[in-house]
């Protein structure tokens, strides 16, 4: 969950192309073949949790508090991360958003010398569920793909997608 | 060749084959809703309440099976009902408990209230479940013991599921001196419960003053953290919170009470020999 420090405004059919800060994990693996061993992953930024949802059917998750910047931000990349997501309203209402939910285990990370990066959107669909997908490409050229932990085929999940069903 | 006229042990054979195709009639039904049962629990139930249930089944259809069959084999079977109706009677008195405790069983496998691996509290034993059979169910206490309850007991009880939510609230009430700055130590208490990863950030901590009590201003502190990590969480904050409270010079009072003398107390000091 990245929380933004200022709430996103956004017109009826209206996007906005926004760039966010998010917490790196660097993973220490293993590699013989085609088979991979984590053998640990650790992270510079002290790691904070949340609920998202209710308490039932909610999920928990990284919690990460960011600015909201209209050109990427400098970061230090050992510890932080630059998203760029396109949001999109797709309904005829004004639409306010101050939070953003990612399903981590199907990020598509890049990383170079001196940035670590994603690409995403997230489309508003109603007055409580947003969806967000991350992108198979890289934002910036030149990036290298991050080993993946957990393949998509493995997770039997619709693809690079969440559904924010507990409000934004 | 008439294999109708033919008799087998004095039966006759248009008889037994009345009496296979009854019991294959049986086999064949009984495979059917067990099968169509599984596929319909599968998700709900493990492997071995089905299977305990499946075969319920099977013993059920076969029972109803042999009542068709007795009377066509020449075996009075209103006789043989009376007699078992009087052994079932007496079998039940005797196993009283223990049916009670099977359908229990089989409620509980249906109703679901614990799964294998909830923590919960059940008729004030509180520990995670380690296994629900038809009888009983087992729970081990957080001291490391085995308990069995039997599930008449755990049907008829009041049941905390500890795991049903994913996160869970505990709070504190941490006392501090009256001339302490109470909207100080609020704020410190905040940054301390801000630094722990698990104490969550929604739903949000709550920190108030609840009452000014005799010895101290209260503050009530209200956390919520995932449910794995909540007995974590409640032990390693507590003490955070006091070190932090006493290196910024805010104290936990002892008990006070204030004398006052209707007449002057006169006293004196004696000084050390």
């Known amino acids: 969950m990245v929380e933004l420090t200022r709430t996103l405004l956004l017109p009826p059919k209206g996007s906005k192309t926004i760039f966010l800060k998010f917490p790196v994990e660097i993973g220490v693996i293993l590699t013989k073949g085609n088979s991979n061993r984590i053998i640990d992953v650790f992270t510079e930024i002290y790691p904070k949790y949340a609920l998202y949802g209710d308490l039932k059917e909610g999920i928990l998750c990284r919690y990460f508090g960011s600015d909201v910047h209209v050109k990427p931000p400098k970061a230090d990349s050992s510890m932080e991360g630059i998203a760029k997501v396109v949001i999109k309203n797709n309904t005829v209402a004004w ?16 990383y170079s010398k001196d940035l670590v990066s994603f690409s995403a959107s997230a489309r508003i669909l109603d007055d409580e569920k947003v969806e967000t997908k991350f992108s198979d490409k890289p934002w910036k050229k030149g990036q290298t793909k991050s080993f993946e932990m957990i393949t998509q085929r493995s997770l039997s999940l619709p693809a690079n997608r969440f559904t924010m069903e507990g409000g934004y | 060749l008439n294999l109708i006229d033919y008799e087998l042990g004095g039966v006759p054979i248009n008889k037994i084959l009345l009496v296979l195709i009854i019991a294959l009639a049986a086999a064949v039904i009984g495979k059917s809703i067990s099968l169509y049962f599984t596929r319909l629990m599968k998700k709900r139930m493990t492997r071995d309440h089905i299977k305990i249930i499946t075969k319920a089944f099977y013993f059920l259809i076969f029972f109803i099976a042999a009542i068709i069959v007795l009377p066509i084999v020449g075996i009075n079977a209103s006789s043989l009902i009376v007699a078992g109706g009087i052994f079932a009677i007496v079998i039940g008195f005797a196993t009283q408990t223990i049916f009670g405790n099977l359908v229990s069983g089989l409620f509980l496998i249906f ?13 004030s034993t509180i520990g995670q479940v380690e296994d629900i059979r038809v009888i009983s169910t087992t729970i081990r ?25 994913k996160a869970r609230r505990f709070e504190y009430s ?100």
């Open chain 2, 174 to 273: 941490v006392g501090i001196r009256y001339k302490d700055d109470a909207d100080k130590a609020i704020q410190i208490i905040k940054e301390t419960i801000e630094e722990h990863p698990f104490a969550l950030k929604y739903p949000e901590p709550m920190v108030f003053v609840e009452q000014l009590g005799n010895s101290s201003v209260d503050i009530t502190v209200k956390i919520w953290a995932p449910f794995s990590e909540w007995y974590e969480v409640r032990r390693e904050l507590l003490w955070k919170i006091k070190v932090n409270l006493e290196e910024n010079g805010i104290f936990v009072p002892f008990p006070q009470r204030e004398v006052w003398f209707n007449s002057e107390l006169v006293t004196s000091r004696k000084e050390d020999a």
């Open chain 2, 141 to 165: 206490t957080f001291d490391g013991y085995f308990v069995r309850i039997p599930n008449m007991t755990v049907f008829n009880s009041k049941i905390t599921n500890f795991f049903v939510n």
């Open chain 2, 111 to 123: 109703e679901r209230p614990i799964k294998v691996g909830d923590v919960v509290n059940i008729d």
């Open chain 1, 95 to 110: 639409r306010e958003v101050s939070k953003l939910v990612f399903n981590g285990r199907m990020m598509k990370l890049y």
